[in-house]
């Protein structure tokens, strides 16, 4: 039974990816920043799958504690932890040194450990912005030099860091194939909805948002972000690949909360708020100026080398908005 390190295992596409890893057979130790979290998270696993076959231990992204005892047998590496908020961070380092640091701590002691391959989670956000391009492919990187915000900034470096590392192998023994969703939606195993997706879920069917801005995402299930990231351990063909693992049209802000009045979910906005009150907002709110910065950002996403390496289907978008919005109001129904 090949065993698998999943770092950042509380997470919500960690939890997923857990789930799939231990359905399809193997064996998965998964790290925490604290191992008080285990039983939570064990109970979030065992709603979907025996969690006979999981450990956990401690690990933090800025620190060499444990790195070398966590790699200790296992074949493969998920790094999945990397700091994730819907604000801009009055310092960006508070996002891009974990995210960077984290990334090339984990490769080396995965190096050091003999791990043949390597899954990191990477996003979208290293590659459609800070340029204009109406198609992004695999071959693009966002523009760093650009206003592009922090959390996008800290995936593009993060990832050139770890490919850097990675190509600069003496012994090309050790492969890596990066995945890159975009907004990940689709239903919980934990109770937790202050992550970024489910937060953006709750505020929705809650009425929290007073309009929709104009804001234009690709969008992908958390179950097709799981199973990719659990086929690409075992396929070969997607060594040295980055995989865009998201809808290749984007749907606007307006169209997502339309879906959810249409199921059900009344308080979805149903009004647009114009671009100058949005700038107006961000003036003060270092939520809304992450929201500011991508106004009218239109891209459509070349995924075809994913859909043929995978023989990928992916979940229809609108199946993945409810059914997110049917496990959020479950979890405040039961609070």
């Given at each position: 039974m090949d065993k698998v390190l999943v770092t950042g295992a509380s997470g919500y596409i960690a939890l997923h990816c857990i789930s799939?890893?231990?359905?399809?057979?193997?064996?998965?130790?998964?790290?925490?920043?604290?191992?008080?979290?285990?039983?939570?998270?064990?109970?979030?696993?065992?709603?979907?799958?025996?969690?006979?076959?999981?450990?956990?231990?401690?690990?933090?992204?800025?620190?060499?504690?444990?790195?070398?005892d966590a790699m200790h047998g296992c074949e493969y590496l998920l790094h999945m932890a990397s700091p994730f908020i819907t604000y801009e961070p009055k310092n960006e380092d508070d996002l891009i040194r974990p995210a960077k640091e984290g990334t090339l701590r984990a490769l080396k002691f995965a190096k050091d450990a003999g791990i043949k391959k390597v899954v990191l989670t990477s996003s979208v956000a290293a590659i459609a912005y800070g340029h204009k391009k109406?198609?992004?492919?695999?071959?693009?990187?966002?523009?760093?030099?650009?206003?592009?915000?922090?959390y996008t900034k800290s995936k593009t470096i993060a990832e050139r860091a770890a490919w850097d590392f990675i190509n600069s192998q003496e012994q090309k023994n050790m492969t890596m194939t990066t995945i890159h969703p975009g907004l990940v939606f689709g239903p919980l195993l934990?109770?937790?909805?202050?992550?970024?997706?489910?937060?953006?879920?709750?505020?929705?069917?809650?009425?929290?948002?007073?309009?929709?801005?104009?804001l234009n995402f690709t969008i992908v299930d958390v179950r097709d972000v799981a199973l990719l990231h659990v086929k690409a351990i075992s396929s070969d063909e997607s060594n040295g690949k980055r995989c865009l693992t998201t809808s290749k049209d984007y749907l606007h802000m307006s169209k997502l909360s339309s879906i959810l009045r249409e199921g059900g979910?009344?308080?979805?906005?149903?009004?647009?708020?114009?671009n100058f009150i949005?700038?107006?907002?961000?003036?003060?709110?270092?939520?809304m100026k992450g929201v500011a910065r991508n106004l009218d950002r239109k891209y459509k996403v070349d995924i075809s080398e994913t859909i043929s390496l995978f023989n990928w289907k992916p979940i229809e978008i609108k199946k993945t908005i409810l059914d997110m919005a049917a496990s959020v109001q479950n979890i405040l129904e039961n609070k």
């Amino acid at each position: 039974m090949d065993k698998v390190l999943v770092t950042g295992a509380s997470g919500y596409i960690a939890l997923h990816c857990i789930s799939e890893l231990l359905k399809k057979g193997y064996s998965v130790r998964g790290s925490l920043r604290n191992l008080d979290r285990e039983e939570e998270v064990r109970s979030s696993i065992k709603k979907d799958v025996a969690d006979d076959n999981l450990e956990f231990c401690k690990l933090n992204l800025l620190s060499d504690d444990g790195w070398q005892d966590a790699m200790h047998g296992c074949e493969y590496l998920l790094h999945m932890a990397s700091p994730f908020i819907t604000y801009e961070p009055k310092n960006e380092d508070d996002l891009i040194r974990p995210a960077k640091e984290g990334t090339l701590r984990a490769l080396k002691f995965a190096k050091d450990a003999g791990i043949k391959k390597v899954v990191l989670t990477s996003s979208v956000a290293a590659i459609a912005y800070g340029h204009k391009k109406p198609i992004c492919g695999p071959s693009d990187w966002s523009d760093i030099n650009q206003n592009i915000g922090a959390y996008t900034k800290s995936k593009t470096i993060a990832e050139r860091a770890a490919w850097d590392f990675i190509n600069s192998q003496e012994q090309k023994n050790m492969t890596m194939t990066t995945i890159h969703p975009g907004l990940v939606f689709g239903p919980l195993l934990s109770n937790d909805i202050d992550g970024a997706s489910a937060d953006i879920m709750n505020k929705l069917i809650t009425g929290q948002f007073p309009g929709n801005p104009n804001l234009n995402f690709t969008i992908v299930d958390v179950r097709d972000v799981a199973l990719l990231h659990v086929k690409a351990i075992s396929s070969d063909e997607s060594n040295g690949k980055r995989c865009l693992t998201t809808s290749k049209d984007y749907l606007h802000m307006s169209k997502l909360s339309s879906i959810l009045r249409e199921g059900g979910y009344k308080k979805a906005p149903s009004k647009n708020i114009p671009n100058f009150i949005v700038k107006f907002l961000a003036l003060f709110s270092s939520e809304m100026k992450g929201v500011a910065r991508n106004l009218d950002r239109k891209y459509k996403v070349d995924i075809s080398e994913t859909i043929s390496l995978f023989n990928w289907k992916p979940i229809e978008i609108k199946k993945t908005i409810l059914d997110m919005a049917a496990s959020v109001q479950n979890i405040l129904e039961n609070k």
